[in-house]
């Protein structure tokens, strides 16, 4: 699936671009909802890194494992990264914006956003968990909604 996330959560949209959207990008997202209970199961949100990600999987992610019992299990590409290009080109000015901080904004961002959405069809925000390794697990240890 794909979120619209922005590109400067810093507010500032005077970015200089020739991608028509400039202040805007495609982030991509998976989710497995096999299992979740929309009454009471938490969100387990896996934070992939600096490659290509991939759905949800317990299988793959056996952190997971536990969670399919009664949460939606989501998994989101990281800014730059595999599908998830904010522009055509890495020139430098374009990757003033490839930062933890803006990646940490992304997420909140999203779950926000999807927050919003399920007050909307399910009736409450469900508790969130941030999951990752390396890089991601810093992200999900700073992260904070």
Known sequence: MWFTNRINHNLDYSIESNDGDESYYQQRYWYNDQF????????????????????????????????????LLISIEHRYY?????FTNWSTSNLKYLSSEQALADLAYFIDEMNAGFQTTIGRKPDWI???????GALSAWFKS
């Not at 979740?36 to 387990?44: I, L, Q, T």
């Not at 934070?47 to 009664?70: H, L, Q, W």
């Not at 595999?82 to 904010?86: A, E, I, T």
């Open 36 to 71: 979740w209970d929309k009454d009471n199961g938490p969100v387990f949100l896996y934070i992939c890194g600096e490659g290509t990600c991939s759905a949800p999987d317990t299988r793959k992610y056996p952190f997971m494992v536990g969670a399919s019992e009664n949460a």
């Open 82 to 86: 595999g599908d998830s290009q904010p």
């Open 130 to 136: 941030t999951i990752g390794g390396s890089y991601p």
